[in-house]
């Protein structure tokens, strides 16, 4: 057991917890069967559930950008470094689940470079979260969105996209210029999946061919900017509490389907009847 499965089953806190309490830690523990490390994977971890899923796939990397300056941030000791704090840690040993962690730490740890099967997840997305924060600390989350492919993934650090025009608050232009930490948060319902991705992000607006490339091939959409956003440290969530849901098109895709073979069946059965 590795990963977020002894995330789950080493998580017992006190020993007030009720045997209830217990039988939820051991739900989670099957609910959240981690990813496995491909031994073979020189670019960090990969995705390969214990049940044998895993994103097949080759991404369409584009290069770096040659004006892309390297961004400086604090030293970790490790990636997940990025999220647990020394506060967040603290809190951690004062609720019971410090133990698992600084395990985690050292046997896993969150990913740093975008291995192949991220890649094809994060690009196949319709949908995403960009958080950031302004000055004062205070956060703000804002929804991007597009058709499949409108998230590109430059190289195993960078992701970026074109800045689509929309209602022109520019929170988040403003909260980057101010502080360029941000970070991601992508979905896939269907498939119950998730992965938060931490880094900093910046906006190119003085680089069209940059912004052409990134947008998408007949989307009804202009962009005056780009958002240009690099990897500090990516981690996966287990599949527990997310809701099933399943976007329209795919939904009429199937029923049109299920549409087109019960008029085969029908017109066969129509043709068995005449015969008789």
């Given at each position: ?8 089953a ?11 309490e ?10 959240c069967e981690?990813?496995e490390?491909?031994e073979?994977d020189?670019?960090?971890r990969?995705?390969l559930?214990?049940?044998?899923r ?12 040659q ?33 698992m ?15 192949p099967d ?7 997305q319709?949908?995403?979260f960009?958080?950031?924060?302004n ?19 430059l ?10 025009i ?16 941000a ?27 940059l912004i ?6 007949g ?9 240009v956003?690099?990897?500090?440290a ?7 509490h997310?809701p099933?849901?399943f ?9 049109d ?20």
């Amino acid at each position: 057991m590795s990963g977020l499965a002894r995330r789950g089953a080493s998580y017992k806190g006190s020993a007030s917890r009720s045997a209830k309490e217990l039988r939820c830690t051991r739900a989670f523990s099957l609910c959240c069967e981690p990813p496995e490390i491909r031994e073979d994977d020189s670019r960090s971890r990969g995705i390969l559930f214990a049940d044998g899923r895993t994103y097949l796939g080759i991404s369409s990397a584009l290069p770096r950008s040659q004006k892309e300056p390297k961004m400086e941030s604090p030293v970790h000791a490790y990636p997940s470094d990025v999220a647990f704090t020394p506060t967040v840690k603290a809190m951690q040993t004062q609720l019971g689940s410090r133990e698992m962690y600084a395990r985690m730490e050292t046997q896993r740890g969150f990913g740093t470079d975008l291995t192949p099967d991220i890649e094809a997840f994060v690009e196949a997305q319709r949908s995403v979260f960009l958080a950031t924060a302004n000055s004062e600390g205070q956060p703000y989350i804002q929804h991007r969105g597009g058709p499949p492919g409108f998230l590109r993934v430059l190289d195993a650090r960078t992701i970026a996209f074109a800045d689509f025009i929309g209602n022109q608050q520019y929170i988040t232009l403003g909260n980057l210029t101010d502080n360029a930490k941000a970070y991601l948060f992508l979905i896939d319902y269907a498939r119950r999946r998730r992965v938060k991705i931490w880094g900093e992000a910046r906006v190119i607006d003085d680089d069209p061919a940059l912004i052409e490339r990134l947008m998408p091939p007949g989307y009804k959409a202009r962009a005056d900017r780009a958002i240009v956003f690099t990897v500090t440290a990516w981690d996966l969530n287990c599949p527990q509490h997310i809701p099933q849901r399943f976007e329209a098109a795919d939904v009429k895709a199937a029923l049109d389907e299920r549409d087109a073979r019960i008029r085969e069946l029908e017109e066969e059965v129509a043709r068995l009847r005449a015969q008789h």
